[in-house]
């Protein structure tokens, strides 16, 4: 024990900067897809990282305490390391692992205040060393407390509630009083402030809805995409100008349409590609903005502390290397060396770590020679079958797990995510989104009320269009989420009684990914599905599934032969539809879709009726839920959502803000119920 006394102290400081270094090098690669296994870890740190800095803050003083009551004075070498204790507990660039963290930081502030106490009292009770130490150690400590300050600060700038609550213009008029610059230097984003101009020259312009349905309509049918080289320029001016764009939209606020028409004439500049690449740089950006220090590193203030923290680090390791350092613990004075040079190397890292992590990522991704190494959370497609689903649980594959003791608890957690893959499908989906949205503004949009109406749609305009809706436009009459679900299990079926001819292979293949996905966000994130969802759903129809498999062998049970139980089953047996209702109504309409003679219409149906169901979806998600996603990742949902956005359709935000006149006046006089394209 007389060894752990001794090196107790000293192996708490180490631990807590091989944590901080953890945490800098998860802050900038927490969104790589390669690295998904890294969260769990990412979040024990994130957690223990404070913890672990208090209890070493602690020990220093009750070991100084000690060394007092003994010998009449303390260590002047662990003294010193109370200033990097502080940085410690102003961590690395992630501020929050949720977004409910950035609500907490009132109570950081009271930590900042208790710990900046303990650790100037206990250097200023028994500093007993020379000038130059003492020089470092005041140096290191302004860089302490403003790096601990910046915590609660960043928080506070990154609070949903906060930022809903304040104005997201800029000061107007003459910034004269103390108020105002204190504003303009602690308060306002420096990237936000280049976008307001462009934002309120927008804005300068008022239309109606109905002149921004008409401009949209030309702006699209006579839209033409820009060069390569203009849409890399056009992609880089956006990053800036969008900024406060797309803060707004995550905060359910209304854009006027003038600004709604300037951002769908820029986004249809873009190609696929760059369309979809312009959506990762902004869902990127809003990751940063909400999970770490980069909304209030962008201030006056933020800038100047990029250079003075730096600076101050630096200057307190030369000056303690350049101290006298005898009748000192060489234990210590080794301690103390690595504690001050990472300092300042970490202080450093904003200016070489991202090229550092990319260069490491390419040289790993030039090794294994993989092509989804390269992939972030924005490419991929959560998914999630229930005939996979129900083969697992019939097999029982987590019942050993289950009764390891602990895991029971976590079983409804566990449930969820043991069959969850990811597929990175993003951007092809993304062109089948903007396609629906480019043909609703040329064939079926023709004024204000069809406009409307078009974000309503679930599926009935692909029926329409194939004359369907008398075979299969019951299916809409169901809840949404029991419609997904149904829908869900026919494609399913329709998938076992195909043929894999290269004319339909891509349709069906799209159809299957965001079928997994929409199943994906009922079982496993209902909030973003619909406000409403009945997650149970997922549950009871796999309660109604399984007498339908009860013969099925254990050792070949897998989705094909769950898909051939529900097709083997009578329509004599009453009985057992009755009990399965959700399940009676996905064979109905598989039947009614097998039924179709041409295969390839079968599919062009079964994915125009999904990527609809993915839009009307998207439409109704909440902006928070959105920026919550984005803490773990983000869903693709959110690319969808934006990418909406983008296309000029309505949003949740636009739908409360703007409902329309009611009754007779909404509708247009020159406008049909359906277009031509659209009727049935």
Known sequence: ?????????????????????????????????????????????????????????????????????????????????APVLLIHLGGQSITAYSLEDNELWKRHAITLVSQVTVALYVFCKWWSGEKRLLQAAVLLFIAGIIRFSEKPWALQRASFR????????????????????????????????AGF????????????????????????????KASEKDQFKELQKNKN??????????????????????????????????????????IGMQFSTLYTKVRSANTCIG??????????????????????????????????RILYSATAVIEFSPFWFPYLCLLVLRCKCDAI?????????????????????????????????????????LRDYINKHWCIWHEPAAQQISVLVRQHAEDGWKAYIRGPATYRRFSNLRGEQTLWKHDLMGQLGWSFGLPFDECVLVWHVATDLCSRRTTNTSDIIQSRRNSEIISNHMIYLLFVCPEMLMVGTRQDLFMIACGEIEPMIEDEPLPSLDEGSITRGILGVERGDDDLMKKAPMISNARKLADALIGLDDERKRWEVIQGVWVEMLCYSASRCRG?????????????LTNVWLLWSCMGMETLPDKIHNPGIPGPLESDPDEDHAPAAASG
Request: some cysteine.
């Open 303 to 336: 800038f100047c502390l990029l250079f003075l923290l730096p600076s101050l680090a630096l200057a307190s390791a030369i000056l303690f290397n350049k101290s006298s350092k005898d009748g000192y613990n060489k234990s210590d004075i080794t301690v103390s």
């Open 197 to 224: 101009g462009e934002d309120n020259k927008h804005q300068e312009v008022s239309y109606s809805l109905k002149e921004y349905v008409e401009k949209a309509q030309v702006c699209v049918k006579e839209g033409a």
């Open 1 to 81: 024990m007389d060894w752990w006394d001794e090196w107790k102290l000293r192996i708490l400081v180490l631990c807590s900067l091989f944590v901080q270094l953890f945490l800098l090098f998860s802050g900038y690669v927490r969104n790589w897809y390669i690295l998904r296994w890294l969260r769990v870890v990412v979040w024990i740190a994130y957690i223990g990282g404070d913890a672990l800095a208090i209890y070493a803050l602690a020990t220093l003083f009750n070991r100084q305490k000690q060394q007092a009551t003994v010998d009449g004075g303390g260590n002047a070498l662990e003294v010193i390391w």
């Open 162 to 193: 906060d930022t809903a609550s304040t104005n997201l213009s800029p000061p107007r008029g003459e910034i004269t009083s103390g108020a105002a610059i204190w504003r303009l230097l602690c308060c306002t984003n420096c990237q936000e402030l």
């Open 241 to 282: 100008v969008a900024m406060n764009y797309i803060y707004r939209t995550f905060l359910d606020l209304s854009a006027p349409y003038s600004a709604r028409l300037h951002y769908l004439q820029s986004f249809l500049k873009f190609d696929e590609v760059y369309g979809h690449r312009m959506l990762r740089e902004w």
């Open 624 to 636: 928070y839920e959105h920026a919550k996603s984005l803490a773990h990742g983000g869903e693709f």
């Open 369 to 409: 020679n993989q092509g989804d190494m390269v992939y972030s959370w924005q490419d991929m497609v959560s998914q999630h079958n229930i005939m996979l689903f129900c083969a697992r649980k019939k097999k029982g594959e987590l019942s050993s797990l289950m009764k390891i003791p602990g895991f029971s608890y």
